[in-house]
Nanobody
Framework: QVQLVESGGGLVQAGDSLRLSCAAS????????MGWFRQAPGKEREFVAA????????YYADSVKGRFTISRGNAKNTVYLHMNSLKPEDTAVYYC?????????????????WGQGTQVTVSS
């Protein structure tokens, strides 16, 4: 069992930056692929970024490519999402997810554990 706790969300202005963190419990974190997803009001949960177990493979949604960076620190059982040049359309609840596999995927159904989410609001 893995528990995930996100932090770092908040209210920012367009063009600002934020760093989200996701702290994971459990000794098997380093063998799991991790992902970030987001869900805006009235919309389905969508893929943002994913990273495989050792950081060797990384994937981004087209909407965030070039602005967001996913990284992980296995020694700290933490995955990060660095968000630059934020836009109002980035406003959503951001969720961290863990997959019981070394290989990352982009589909939410591919993930086994989810955090409670952290709100990111970008004002124009």
């Amino acid at each position: 069992q893995v528990q995930l706790v996100e932090s770092g969300g908040g209210l920012v202005q367009a063009g600002d930056s934020l760093r989200l963190s996701c702290a994971a419990s459990g000794r098997t974190f380093s063998t799991y692929a991790m992902g970030w997803f987001r869900q805006a009001p009235g919309k389905e949960r969508e893929f943002v970024a994913a990273i495989n177990w050792n950081g060797g493979s990384i994937y981004y949604a087209d909407s965030v490519k070039g602005r967001f960076t996913i990284s992980r620190g296995n020694a700290k059982n933490t995955v990060y999402l660095h968000m630059n040049s934020l836009k109002p359309e980035d406003t959503a609840v951001y969720y961290c997810a863990a997959r019981e596999s070394r290989t990352a995927v982009t589909a939410p159904l591919g993930y086994d554990y989810w955090g409670q989410g952290t709100q990111v609001t970008v004002s124009s």
